[in-house]
T-cell receptor, first 115, second 117 residues
Framework: AQSVTQPDIHITVSEGASLELRCNYSYGATPYLFWYVQSPGQGLQLLLKYFSGDTLVQGIKGFEAEFKRSQSSFNLRKPSVHWSDAAEYFCAVGRPTGGGNKLTFGTGTQLKVEL | GAGVSQSPSNKVTEKGKDVELRCDPISGHTALYWYRQRLGQGLEFLIYFQGNSAPDKSGLPSDRFSAERTGESVSTLTIQRTQQEDSAVYLC???????????????FGPGTRLTVT
């Protein structure tokens, strides 16, 4: 069965600093990978996704993520964090076929931005 | 266009009562998903609809939980005889999922916060 691990429950960074949120997955082949952001009282918004091809994926709001097959990782990065980036971030994995199209989510990383 | 909507946004109910949660997906989206998010946890998959059929119900935690979808549109998640452990945010998502396509992007609604007292 597929699984996702986000080892950092909380992260605090200063505004303007760089950010990296970790995500490791367990799956027998190359899965589809996603990062979602959830702001208080809001639904989940897709930041970026990886299906195939270039392993460095660009998303919205200046985020990017890199798929590393050898490390089973899909870490999310941003070069310079803004105060509005404070939110909860979820990594998710989906099976390309035969998985019923459901997503398996990590437990999330809560990002706090200090001004 | 309009996104995924859910109602009610908040629901407080007494233990033992039944509740119905509603999801209106994006128009034209054939796939619809229900997830549950307990406090401090990630999302747990509950059920997936393709059209009005539910090919994957594997995440429903007990027979107190059921869901239906009509007209390839609105879906209702019903929880019977609610328990305190059912307290969570219930999120609905939809995706276009054209026939023969693989996994497609899911668009989430704002969720229904259920509190069982």
């Amino acid at each position: 069965a597929q699984s996702v691990t986000q080892p950092d429950i909380h992260i605090t960074v200063s505004e303007g600093a760089s950010l990296e949120l970790r995500c490791n997955y367990s799956y027998g082949a190359t899965p589809y990978l996603f990062w979602y952001v959830q702001s208080p009282g809001q639904g989940l918004q897709l930041l970026l996704k990886y299906f195939s091809g270039d392993t460095l994926v660009q998303g919205i709001k200046g985020f990017e993520a890199e798929f590393k097959r050898s490390q089973s990782s899909f870490n999310l990065r941003k070069p310079s964090v803004h105060w509005s980036d404070a939110a909860e971030y979820f990594c998710a994995v989906g099976r390309p076929t035969g998985g019923g199209n459901k997503l398996t989510f990590g437990t999330g990383t809560q990002l706090k931005v200090e001004l | 266009g309009a996104g995924v909507s859910q109602s009610p946004s908040n629901k407080v109910t007494e233990k033992g009562k039944d509740v119905e949660l509603r999801c209106d997906p994006i128009s034209g989206h054939t796939a619809l998903y229900w997830y549950r998010q307990r406090l401090g946890q990630g999302l747990e998959f509950l059920i997936y609809f393709q059209g009005n059929s539910a090919p994957d119900k594997s995440g429903l935690p007990s027979d107190r939980f059921s869901a239906e979808r009509t007209g390839e549109s609105v879906s209702t998640l019903t929880i019977q005889r609610t328990q305190q452990e059912d307290s969570a945010v219930y999120l609905c998502a939809s995706s276009l999922n054209p026939p023969g396509a693989g996994l497609d992007e899911q668009y989430f609604g704002p969720g229904t916060r259920l509190t069982v007292t």
